[in-house]
């Protein structure tokens, strides 16, 4: 017998400054829902699923959008958290924990971060007749048959829709980056545009956080034929997480999906200081292609050193945090030396 459950459904203000808008200007639909008590059973189409609907759409509105934040996990059994599935309409499968293999509990709150454009995948899909979308909630492998194999105890799930015919104004057909010697270039080709400003890229070190604005090109207004754009970073990650705020005229934004780019490994190299400026603890990302010692020191404007030590560097990323909440407010040299190379980089003590 399916359990009865109390959902709690929310609207999000589509006037906000960041809402996003479909084809003429008219306001993008989002509604979402709360997943958090709900209960993943067994396999796709088990009368013990649980399902549930996300409604407040026009009939057979295009849903052009996906996102979620903030979802735990707590599997039972042999079960784990990248088993959990939210199939939408039998049509797209949302993996929250995907590759997520952890015994419970896993809160990681995990998050989409932007809206995932459905639109530019080719995964939209329409609502049905009374605006409403039906959502599944399965385990990929029967682990507990006939019970439950995870609680999900918290979590949203919001969808962006646009009435039946209508679309987001910016509809992207590629998107995608590459390497060339010491800059990364990003490419995109739109093959329609409705009042739009600026492409702007942004880049982030984890893809969920961060993002920093690598350049912006003016965008085509109107346009139904393809237009093509091109940007380099010059100055990429080992690992780039890329994504595109595409800005309309009248300042309303809508994001792409997101992509990535991964360097080949320098024999060293430091690949991250954060947050830098610091006033407590800074974290060090480095990479080395072997394993061995590495000296630290760290000093000042000066020459002076302030801080002296060392570490067995696997080959690899290697993370470490030095903790700075002595030192005097001012800019520090981070000096890393392997057996064969010594990388220096700037950071800011508040």
Request: hydrophobic residues 35%; negative net charge.
């Amino acid at each position: 017998m399916k359990k009865a459950i109390s959902l709690m459904v929310w609207l999000l203000a589509a006037c906000s400054t960041y809402a996003q808008t479909c084809g003429n200007g008219v306001p993008a639909e989002l509604n979402g829902i709360s997943v958090g008590g709900m209960t993943s059973w067994d396999t796709s189409g088990d009368p013990n699923n649980e399902t549930f609907n996300i409604c407040g759409f026009s009939a057979n509105a295009n849903i052009v959008g996906l996102s979620w934040s903030g979802i735990d996990l707590s599997p039972m059994g042999n079960s784990n958290c990248g088993e959990v599935v939210l199939q939408l309409e039998g049509t797209v499968n949302l993996r929250p924990a995907l590759g997520e293999n952890n015994a419970p509990p896993c809160n990681n709150g995990y998050t989409g971060g932007s809206n995932s454009n459905l639109q530019e995948l080719n995964l939209n899909f329409p609502a049905d007749n009374d605006g409403c979308v039906s959502i599944e909630i399965f385990e990929i492998i029967d682990n507990n048959s006939n019970s439950i194999d995870a609680f999900i105890d918290a979590g949203n799930v919001t969808l962006t829709g646009c009435p039946q015919g209508l679309s987001l104004p910016i509809e992207l057909t590629d998107f995608q980056g590459k390497i060339a010697n010491e800059i990364n270039i990003i490419s995109w080709t739109t093959s329609s545009e409705s009042n739009s400003a600026w492409h702007t890229l942004q880049r982030s070190a984890d893809g969920q956080a961060h993002w920093k604005e690598i350049g912006r090109l003016p965008a085509a207004g109107n346009s139904t034929e393809p237009k093509h754009y091109v940007l380099e970073d010059d100055s990429p990650l080992h690992f780039s997480f890329y994504r595109l705020k595409e800005t309309a005229l009248d300042g309303r934004v809508q994001y792409s999906r997101i992509i990535s780019v991964k360097r080949p490994l320098e024999d060293f190299l430091i690949e991250k200081l954060s947050p830098n400026p610091t006033d407590d603890v800074l974290s060090v990302t480095f990479g080395s292609q072997e394993e061995g010692e590495i000296k630290i020191e760290v000093v000042d404007t000066n020459g002076k050193k302030i801080h002296g030590s060392s570490l067995m560097a696997e080959a690899g990323l290697t993370n470490f945090d030095l903790n700075v909440g002595s030192f005097l407010p001012g800019s520090y040299f981070l000096i890393l030396e392997s057996p064969h190379s010594r990388k220096v980089k700037e950071f800011i003590k508040l």
